[in-house]
């Protein structure tokens, strides 16, 4: 049970390399950093809430959400697959997946083809 929920209790500890090399790129980075920015001007309690802001920072920047949004899952729980991510942002605060993404974007690389 630990290993499938340890992510709602502390930030991720590694990331899914798989994922990471597949949808850690330019647009994901770019999306994900708005996105952040976003989350701190507005606090945000509900899921959707937090999706529809998701949706329309991932419009302003033109990229399709469902495109990146393995790659933010990989930023807050540093896991491939899970729970609604929507719903673990709702549960852990905006406050901690602004920290999670800060330290996703240290640590993750956008591999250049």
């Known amino acids: 049970i630990w290993e499938q929920g340890k992510y709602f209790f502390r930030p991720p500890e590694s990331y899914d390399e798989k994922v990471a090399s597949k949808k850690w790129n330019e647009d994901a980075v770019k ?3 708005a996105f952040s920015e976003a989350l701190g001007k507005e606090k945000l309690a509900h899921a959707s809430a937090i999706k529809a802001t ?13 495109k990146i949004m393995q790659a933010l899952r990989l930023a807050i729980t540093g896991a491939a ?9 709702e549960i852990i605060g905006t406050e901690e997946v602004q920290s999670r993404i800060s330290s996703a974007l240290k640590t993750l690389k956008v591999k250049v083809a």
């Open 54 to 66: 998701w949706e329309a920072v991932a419009a302003e920047q033109g990229v399709n959400p469902g």
């Open 81 to 89: 697959g899970g729970p609604d991510l929507m719903m673990i942002m």
């Open 31 to 33: 999306v994900i950093s």
